[in-house]
């Protein structure tokens, strides 16, 4: 949409134009929640990820802030946040009990495979390594991200 520059977050402008519509989806239907805001307001305007996904998080996210500066009354929240789980080890991520591989050489060629689905199989796997291994521990991720898994030539 052209037109005036109303407000700019997260490195995006929003015309006066696109306030406008965001304000009428928001006096709506009064039981629309936030989720269903932020869809609607991106498939409106056309806000996609290179994907062709909706940018929703980022549309809730953008949203959020507006209505803490006072730009925009959204509905209260449905629920809380809800409180991420711990990880359950399945025994996916422990070190085998054979010695793998002792040199590059033996292990080559080494792939990264990109983890997809979050919460899914290869992505429980992920977050499990991350957990067991990695010195911070797991985390909740926030906002777009990719997520490699490296693997030697016999897969593991």
């Not at 006072?70 to 449905?78: K, N």
């Not at 060629?109 to 992505?123: E, F, K, Q």
């Not at 777009?144 to 898994?149: G, N």
Request: aromatic residues 8%.
């Amino acid at each position: 949409m052209q037109g005036e520059i109303e407000c700019r977050y997260y490195g995006r402008d929003f015309t006066a134009a696109e306030m406008r519509l965001m304000r009428a989806l928001i006096e709506g239907p009064p039981m629309r929640s936030r989720s269903q805001l932020a869809k609607a307001f991106c498939r409106s305007i056309g806000w996609t990820k290179p994907d062709g996904g909706l940018k929703e998080m980022m549309a809730r996210a953008t949203m959020l802030k507006m209505h803490r500066d006072g730009l925009i009354e959204l509905p209260p929240p449905r629920q809380g946040p809800s409180p991420a789980g711990p990880i359950a080890f399945t025994g996916a991520s422990e070190r085998p009990l054979l010695a793998g591989a002792e040199t590059l050489a033996e292990a080559s060629p080494i792939r990264l495979d990109c983890v997809t689905g979050a919460g899914r199989g290869a992505s429980r796997v992920w977050n499990e390594f991350v957990a067991r291994y990695h010195y911070l521990g797991c985390k909740r991720l926030v906002g777009a991200q990719l997520r490699y898994i490296a693997l030697d030539a016999g897969g593991a």
